[in-house]
């Protein structure tokens, strides 16, 4: 399944992998080098430790690779009529006011407004239109929204 993200959001990424695959590695080498000076492998628990690094490190690694390689790149719609992924919203509810913008799961932030599309929030305003009003169950019980605007 890809990965929506938007175009700083895959630059974030791409850096957090580089210096996964630069100076993260390095600095672990370099434990197990330390950890294998002091003798005994097998009950080195300096060595088990920079193994296990190493392991978690490496699978990170492999997550961010297939995040980036499988990325569909989020670009503002222009005078869109319904709501997509990259869309922000102004909606109103019992709540009051509030904006949300519609992101991938890895950039979701519902403290921020950003809000997932696969979310049962971001999946009840996609291709809504402003005027709609969605109903949305939550906890606390149903919440109505209604769209004023999208941008």
């Given at each position: ?140 019980g149903e919440e109505r929204y209604r769209i004023l605007k999208i941008?």
């Amino acid at each position: 399944m890809p990965e929506y993200l938007t175009p700083e959001a895959l630059e974030r990424l791409k850096r957090e992998l580089e210096k996964l695959k630069t100076v993260t590695r390095q600095e672990i080498a370099e434990r197990l080098e330390t950890a294998k000076a002091l003798g005994d492998l097998s009950e080195n628990a300096e060595y088990q430790e920079a193994k296990e690094a190493q392991s978690l490190v490496e699978a990170n690694i492999q997550e961010l690779e297939e995040i980036v390689r499988e990325a569909v790149v989020i670009t503002k719609p222009a005078h869109a009529k319904a709501v997509q992924i990259g869309s922000t919203i102004e909606v109103e509810s019992s709540h009051g006011r509030e904006t949300f913008t519609i992101v991938g799961s890895e950039e979701a932030d519902p403290l921020v407004g950003k809000i997932s599309n696969e979310s049962p929030m971001g999946q009840a305003f996609l291709g809504r239109e402003a005027g709609d009003t969605v109903a949305i169950k939550t906890p606390g019980g149903e919440e109505r929204y209604r769209i004023l605007k999208i941008r």
